[in-house]
Structures are given as structure tokens and as C-alpha cells.
């Protein structure tokens, strides 16, 4: 799913034109983004959390040239899917 299939499905259910709710979703994303930039984790209570999490420095190898690289310590963005969210999708697919 795009984000164009979100904003299509959002403004059916809805009855909001799509392009109100496309600047709705991308202000979310960037207020998600702003607020991950900041070091502040963003909570979605029964969907999930945005959080940031620190990756430690490592020793990696650069294969072609056959050299060992160091990757600095580092911060990366993640989510964290609520324990609803994963029953729900856990319980909904079948194989």
C-alpha cells in the first residue's frame, strides 16, 4: 500500500477530499520526522511507537577491496508495533 492508496482509502471512508487528507498525512509524517530529529520517541496508542535506537560502533569488511572499515556508533529510526496491532495481524493472515 502507497501513500496514495492511504489518502484514497482515508477520504471514502471519510467523506474528506483527497487533498485535504494527503496534506493531513504527509503533516503527520512530518511532525513524526520533526519529532524523531528531536530525540523524542512518538507514542500511537493501540498502533505503535516511533522510537530511535542507537546502533553501536562495529567492525565491518569491505569484501571488494578486502579491507576492514569501522562503522561509527550511530542513531536509527524504528518502529515498534502495539501489541494489538501484532495480535490483529497475527490473527487476520492465514498461509
Known amino acids: 500500500m502507497t501513500k496514495a492508496d492511504i489518502v484514497n482509502e482515508v477520504s471514502k471512508s471519510t467523506g474528506v477530499e483527497k ?6 498525512v504527509e503533516a503527520f509524517m512530518d511532525a513524526v520526522k520533526i519529532a524523531l530529529s528531536k530525540n523524542d520517541n512518538v507514542y500511537l496508542r493501540g498502533f505503535g511507537s516511533f522510537v530511535i535506537k542507537k546502533r ?3 567492525t565491518a569488511r569491505n569484501i571488494s577491496k578486502n579491507t576492514t572499515i569501522i562503522i561509527p556508533e550511530h542513531f536509527i529510526p524504528a518502529f515498534k ?3 494489538m496491532f501484532v ?4 490473527n487476520t493472515i492465514k498461509k
Open 19 to 24: 487533498i485535504t487528507v494527503q496534506k493531513t
Open 56 to 58: 553501536a560502533k562495529k
Open 81 to 83: 508495533p502495539a501489541k
Open 87 to 90: 495480535t490483529k495481524v497475527k
